[in-house]
């Protein structure tokens, strides 16, 4: 596996590319029996998707333990119904980025792949890279027993700028995924964590958050060094509704704004250009645990 020109340039900026090289052989083109074992019991995951006007998406894929089957140790398959438009995404462009974390023991593996849709609408990965990802900035939290049954359909909810709950929703986060892309390698899913307020709502089509010490390969950074296209998902673990942005991102390297985030690294500025809100969006509910030991306030 090498890393593509993004990636390096990141890397370099960063001051990391030796390190980053070292850690290539942790990325593989197949699934290994610890990954097969992990991925029988997991009931979330992030996917990242590029719809028809190239941007890009997060989405919250969930269901029992099983839903993600290893067919093989080159196909994963995907046997859940997205409640958005995840699956029209992919039928136009295959590439998808599978980010799967189990919240309660904060491991997380990622898979990166090309898909086919069967016939019954099951999602086949063909896995071009697959590897764990360090338990950095994971929060615990628990996933309730009993599976909550929805009173409703989902109601999807769509708007070009943030409202005054989107606002209040985002600054209590603690934890949100980012989906970026990349026209050769195609897309990727990636998680972030951080004591509520991390993510600062600037105003209404504008975030910011800060990019903590990591594993150094910049997978995300580097997709966005060559095309800034990207999406966030916002979950509402308690009562299983999501918020997914759509729209720009800028790495910012200027260290007197940096300096401005307890532990930052580097910061991203988000430009949205669009808001689809899922209530209902599962049928899955968790409670919080405790934050991840390495984030300060």
Known sequence: MTFHSGEIAVQTQAGVREEAQKLCHL??????????EFLGKQQLAAAASVDTHSQVWASLVT?????LQVLNEQIVQIDATPRDGLLSNLH??????????????????????????????????????????????????????????????????????????DKDWISKADTFFIASSHPE???????????????????????????????NMFQTFGNLAVNPNAGLLFVDFEQGHTLQLTGKAKVIWDADKINLFTQAQRLVEFDIQQV??????????????????????
């Open 92 to 165: 136009s462009n295959p590439q998808i980025g599978l980010l799967v974390i189990d919240l309660v023991n904060r491991r997380r593996l990622r898979l990166n792949g090309k898909v086919e849709i069967t016939p019954e609408a099951k999602i086949n990965i063909k896995i071009q890279q697959a590897f764990f990802n360090c338990p950095k900035y994971i929060q615990v939290r628990h996933l309730h027993t009993t599976v909550t049954e929805l009173q409703a359909p989902p109601q999807i909810l769509t708007r070009e700028a943030l409202n005054h709950r």
């Open 27 to 36: 990325i593989s083109s197949i699934i290994k029996p610890a990954a097969v």
């Open 185 to 215: 390698t195609g897309a990727d899913a990636s998680h972030r964590g951080g004591f509520p307020g991390f993510v600062q709502v600037v105003h209404s089509n504008k975030l910011m958050f800060p990019d903590y010490a990591g594993n």
């Open 63 to 67: 269901g029992n333990p099983g839903f």
């Open 276 to 297: 689809v809100e899922i209530q209902n969006a599962t049928t899955l509910r968790w409670r919080f645990g405790e934050y991840s030991p390495l984030i300060k306030r």
